[in-house]
């Protein structure tokens, strides 16, 4: 692996190049990257969900958007055709996916902005903020939910 | 300090981080719009949603806001990419892939949107 293409994140945690008096400091602490053992902070929750929800999004999301809007424009048929399709069951399952990723990036999105205008950035405020988006984002799909059955 | 330059990288710059917080915003706001347009009208028939995308403001809105989306989106999957990825020649391939399927995508956008007109 290319050292250069690392990020400072991964030198931190490897222990690697950093000012001696900090490497003394630092490297007596356990180097802990088993993904099942690591305990998340709850920010840290946040920011990963954002990104799964993206990739989510990205993937399946776009595609499916187009598909679903170009059906509900091109003719009363198709667009019944969508009502139906959607009427499945497998269907509504992937539907509410779709709605918690979109819901989920969007309100911590707007966590994400207000820390950029230092908004919330102190770490009762910041773990307070990532609850939050937590909870309302699963209370907002389940209204979807709800309206989908 | 950057050490070395990938032509793969994030350019070291200011622009596509501020990038995807405008489109970001933009896209916040056509969001609200139409939940609050749905939520207004207590649902969405045919003739309605048909009337909606033929006015033209909305039209440019919904344009704006699938290219704010598929930018995003971009910006998104190259920093997945360049977190994870550490080969820069499977980089490459990944970003350009996604790249023509973005780019494809705002194609299908155009045609749906205008050919609905």
Redo the contacts between chains.
């Keep these: 692996m290319n050292t250069n293409t690392r990020s400072s994140a991964d030198r931190a945690a490897a222990g690697a190049p950093m000012a001696s008096s900090e490497r003394r400091v630092l490297s007596s602490r356990p180097v802990y990257l088993d993904l099942l053992r690591i305990r998340l902070p709850v920010p840290g929750l946040v920011s990963f969900l954002h990104r799964i929800s993206g990739a989510l999004l990205f993937l399946v999301g776009i595609p499916l958007l187009l598909a679903g809007v170009g059906m509900s424009l091109a003719s009363p048929e198709s667009f019944a055709q969508l009502r139906n399709a959607v009427a499945n069951p497998v269907a509504k399952l992937v539907l509410l996916g779709l709605a918690w990723a979109y819901i989920h990036h969007f309100c911590a999105g707007i966590r994400f902005l207000l820390l950029d205008i230092h908004q919330g950035i102190d770490l009762p405020g910041a773990r307070r903020s990532s609850v939050i988006v937590l909870v309302v984002s699963v209370a907002l799909t389940v209204v979807v939910g709800a309206r989908l059955w | 300090m950057v050490?070395?330059r990938?032509a793969v990288g994030a350019h070291y710059g200011l622009k596509d981080w501020l990038l995807q917080?405008l489109t970001?915003?933009l896209m916040?706001a056509y969001?609200l719009l139409l939940l609050g347009i749905v939520l207004w009208r207590g649902g969405i028939d045919?003739t309605l949603?048909?009337a909606l995308?033929a006015n033209g403001a909305f039209l440019l809105a919904s344009f704006l806001f699938m290219v704010a989306?598929?930018y995003h989106?971009w910006i998104?999957?190259r920093d997945?990419y360049m977190?994870y990825v550490?080969s820069?020649a499977l980089r490459l391939a990944l970003q350009s892939i996604s790249v023509a399927v973005l780019i494809a995508?705002l194609g299908?956008?155009i045609?749906?949107l205008w050919?609905?007109r």
């Design positions: 050490t070395r990938e917080r970001a915003v916040t969001t045919y949603w048909r995308f989306l598929l989106a998104g999957v997945i977190d550490k820069v995508y299908w956008t045609q749906i050919g609905a």
